[in-house]
């Protein structure tokens, strides 16, 4: 006797099994009795575990237009935007705001985030703001906040103490920007410290890092040699690492083994990357993203984040990681079939293994969260980004949407676009 019974799922492998679970764990899986206090028939879905978010900003989310438009659309004038309206949203704006996001990302199936946190004001309003959402959200949402110096750790007056003072409030990671400091010397040394904070406090460690076009802004370099010689490992990640876009080939030969020997992992964010990156460019324009693939080819954990919903630098976004994954695929060109279900496991499997959550999947003994997807498999999920028929969070179904099953009046026929391959590919 279960307390709940998906029934009759495809998992994103491609076979068809029931998940029996008790309480927040699943504890069978396979063919099972239709004994369980709940039942959800997953008959023909796909049952995949929960989408997972590694890089987002919640202090900002939902604020497009206040206090005014970023008008140029460039990441400078989003920073510049973000400094005024941070120092006059209250916490009570930012929860209300982040806590409407994480509604939006629960219906969604998204149920792990980790969230940058601005530091630089004095007045750490976002942080407390943050620590807020996330003892609000706990039952439900597993939610990482990362320390983050939006302005600089070594740039402003208080950039290095803000950043000690909200660890010790109890945020979760250390963030920095080194390629946002003075200085390349700076920016070296703030990875070394930061790094080293990290390792003191027994923290993870994820840096902005090298968002910029300029192929010479190696930032990366110095977090992987540090990653390595501290043994952070996959406890370290590097965010965005969009100038090695525009490096030159023969160093990036050199770079992607130092950043797979160091075990780190990276996350790319390819709708916000994708808009802000090559703004300085005419033709040919390059598209900022980070070389994905060719990480991926040297054994290394890449994800894809989301960073930006309706904020100053981002005016669209649905908290749909399927959306993210979808950009992705194109701008990354990962159209091989196998690339593609890639895709789609970057946005589970391959991004919870960046946060180190623990116990995720789909299998005996795990957490049980998952989503129930109008899809027959993974690439079909990419192609339609279908709606959540049902997600399930720690045992119990937080969301729950009717099957759309419109049909064309005239012909009787099924109006969806859902249509499987014909080669058996999901
Ligand atoms: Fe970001």
Redesign the pocket.
């Known amino acids: 006797m279960f307390d709940l019974l998906i029934k009759g799922g495809t998992l994103p492998d491609g076979t068809c099994a029931d998940i029996g679970i008790m309480g927040d764990r699943i504890t069978a899986i396979g063919r099972l009795p239709n004994a369980a206090a709940q039942i959800l028939d997953a008959t023909g879905d796909l049952v995949s575990p929960p989408f997972v978010d590694p ?3 919640m202090d900002a989310t939902l604020s497009y237009g206040t206090p005014r438009l970023n008008a140029s659309g460039t990441l400078i004038e989003g920073i510049t935007l973000w400094g005024e309206l941070r120092d006059i949203a209250s916490i009570d704006d930012m929860v209300a705001r982040a806590l409407e996001y994480c509604d939006w990302a629960v219906s969604m199936g998204l149920l792990a985030i980790r969230t ?1 946190v601005d530091t630089t004001p004095d007045h750490l309003r976002g942080v407390e703001a943050m620590l807020e959402v996330k003892r609000l959200t706990a039952p439900y949402l597993d939610l990482q906040l990362v320390a ?1 110096p939006q302005d600089g750790f070594y740039r402003t007056k208080t950039g290095r103490e803000n950043l000690i003072r909200a660890l010790d409030m109890g945020v979760d990671v250390v963030g920095g920007i080194p390629h946002f400091e003075r200085t390349m010397a700076d920016g070296a040394a703030s990875v070394a410290e930061l790094a080293q904070i990290a390792a003191d406090r027994g923290l993870m460690l994820d840096l ?1 890092c090298d ?1 910029t076009d300029d192929p010479l802004s190696r930032h990366v370099e110095v977090l992987a040699n540090a990653v390595q010689r501290l043994g952070l490992g996959g406890r370290a990640a590097g ?2 690492l969009t100038s090695m876009h525009s490096m030159d080939n023969y160093y990036v030969s050199k770079l992607l083994p130092l950043i797979a020997e160091s075990g780190m992992t990276a996350i790319a ?1 390819p709708l ?1 990357n994708i808009t802000l990156q090559g703004r300085h460019d005419s033709y040919p324009k390059r598209r900022g993203l980070t070389r994905v693939k060719e990480m991926q080819a040297h054994g290394i954990t890449v994800g894809w ?1 989301q ?2 919903v309706l904020d100053p630098w981002y005016s669209l976004g649905t908290a749909d990681m399927l959306d993210v994954a979808f950009m992705g695929l194109h701008v990354a060109q990962m159209t091989a079939p196998q690339d593609m279900a890639r895709c789609f496991d970057m946005v589970t499997t391959q991004n919870a293994k960046i946060m180190n959550l623990s116990d995720y999947g789909l299998h005996v003994g795990a957490v049980a969260s998952l989503v129930v997807l109008d899809a027959g498999g993974p690439v079909e999920a990419l192609r339609l980004r279908p709606d959540r028929l049902a997600v399930v969070s720690k045992g119990k179904v937080v969301a729950s949407r009717q099957r759309n099953d419109a049909r064309l009046a005239l012909a009787g026929r099924p109006a969806s676009v859902r249509r499987r391959h014909a080669t058996g590919l999901i």
Do not use: L, Q, R, T
């Open positions: 890089h987002f900003h940058h983050f902005h968002e965010s965005h964010n916000i984040g960073d930006c």
